[in-house]
T-cell receptor, first 112, second 113 residues
Framework: GQQLNQSPQSMFIQEGEDVSMNCTSSSIFNTWLWYKQDPGEGPVLLIA?????ELTSNGRLTAQFGITRKDSFLNISASIPSDVGIYFCAGQRETSGSRLTFGEGTQLTVNP | NAGVTQTPKFQVLKTGQSMTLQCAQDMNHNSMYWYRQDPGMGLRLIYYSASEGTTDKGEVPNGYNVSRLNKREFSLRLESAAPSQTSVYFCASSEDWVNEKLFFGSGTQLSVL
């Protein structure tokens, strides 16, 4: 069953605002990933994190691998209309290869 | 370079009908996956193929079958569709089973009436 809790479920923000979302689990993960899904498309990988405490940026996006290895955070700075979509976290428990577990997603709406 | 291509984009079935969703990737990836996406449930793995010639059940395999036709193609079959299978289906691939970076197709929206 679902092992990742992603919050918030949805966000409605104004263009230019910063956004924060997170993913928590009762299990330890060795890899955290963040995907974005545009309307009518499949998810696309944004950021991959491999080490506890790691902080990685991709343009206006910054993601962190929690030090407990049970959580991860994604921040979007100065949001723009094209940031609209569903953001998914995903975790992999074993570096030797295991199936990804996905969060439920955060639906982001940006008002111009 | 098309990446992962899924067909069809949309499909409406009556309960009990069968159909096959097609997926092909042109990235020479070893591993392929089928997910379903339902509101509030995220992405759930139906079946996967770690390498050509192998297939394994994921989290929600009941009511589905798969075929890894060759390295490029991985199909998903619904033998007798049920309303509970109304969903958006995504095919994905990765370089290999150890590599967690998935590349997704654009999805098939399936409605079972």
């Amino acid at each position: 069953g679902q092992q990742l809790n992603q919050s918030p479920q949805s966000m409605f923000i104004q263009e230019g605002e910063d956004v924060s979302m997170n993913c928590t689990s009762s299990s330890i993960f060795n890899t955290w990933l963040w995907y974005k899904q545009d309307p009518g498309e499949g998810p696309v990988l944004l950021i991959a994190l491999y080490k506890a405490g790691e902080l990685t940026s991709n343009g206006r996006l910054t993601a962190q691998f929690g030090i407990t290895r049970k959580d991860s955070f994604l921040n979007i700075s100065a949001s723009i209309p094209s940031d609209v979509g569903i953001y998914f976290c995903a975790g992999q428990r074993e570096t030797s290869g295991s199936r990804l577990t996905f969060g439920e997603g955060t639906q982001l709406t940006v008002n111009p | 370079n098309a990446g992962v291509t899924q067909t069809p984009k949309f499909q409406v079935l009556k309960t009990g009908q069968s159909m096959t969703l097609q997926c092909a990737q042109d990235m020479n990836h070893n591993s392929m996956y089928w997910y379903r996406q339902d509101p509030g449930m995220g992405l759930r793995l139906i079946y996967y193929s770690a390498s050509e010639g192998t297939t394994d059940k994921g989290e929600v395999p009941n009511g589905y079958n798969v075929s890894r036709l060759n390295k490029r193609e991985f199909s998903l079959r619904l033998e007798s569709a049920a309303p509970s299978q109304t969903s958006v289906y995504f095919c994905a691939s990765s370089e290999d089973w150890v590599n967690e970076k998935l590349f997704f197709g654009s999805g098939t929206q399936l409605s079972v009436l």
